[in-house]
């Protein structure tokens, strides 16, 4: 510990006026500003309104990219669960009258259908795959038959009887789905 002393006080003896700190961070700064990728895109720390736009904007563009990528996306693949947990429940959020929103969950029953066909045409109808569609379609099932609930309950009778009748003609026509997620 006797052998640091010398060095400490040695050290101790170099320090940085005031004046020199500022002229120092200045030149930084003006080196980062000159030299620095992200100082051109983001602007100076004395900016801070700019460089929050910019993350902003690069954010959204780089998120509607993952949410474009993950509309194609079958169950068992990396962005599957955007499609289902962000993506889809982004669209439900703008759709404002029970009709809307019940058509929606009809869509999102056809959704999960073709998914089903999909798989089961490449030969990637999992067990894991059928039981997360299943739930999903029980899912989107139990929000349309409340949904269809409300626009009776509403006086909107034919509305409701209109869109049983398509789901009635969804399951139809994707018998195909029906039968493999049925399947043992």
Excluded: C
């Excluded at 509607?64 to 962005?79: M, Q």
């Excluded at 669209?91 to 929606?104: D, G, V």
């Amino acid at each position: 510990m006797k052998e640091l002393n010398p060095l400490k006080t040695a050290l101790g003896i170099v320090r940085l006026t005031v004046q020199e700190k500022e002229q120092g961070r200045r030149e930084f700064i003006a080196f980062m500003e000159k030299k620095s990728f992200l100082s051109r895109f983001f602007g100076s720390m004395r900016r801070p309104a700019m460089s929050l736009a910019a993350s902003l904007g690069i954010l959204a563009v780089f998120s509607s990219g993952v949410s474009y990528a993950a509309e194609s996306s079958l169950p068992g693949d990396t962005l599957y669960p955007i499609k289902v947990e962000v993506n889809e429940e982004v669209q439900e959020f703008f759709r404002f009258t029970p009709e809307a929103k019940a058509e929606w969950d009809l869509e999102r029953m056809a959704r999960r259908m073709a998914e089903a066909e999909e798989l089961s045409t490449q030969g990637k109808l999992s067990e894991k795959a059928k039981i997360e569609l299943k739930a999903k379609l029980k899912e989107h099932g139990d929000e349309m038959n409340f949904r269809l609930e409300e626009l009776k309950a509403s006086g909107a009778e034919e509305q409701s009887t209109q869109l049983s009748d398509k789901r009635k003609a969804l399951f139809d026509l994707h018998q195909t789905a029906t039968q493999e997620l049925q399947a043992p």
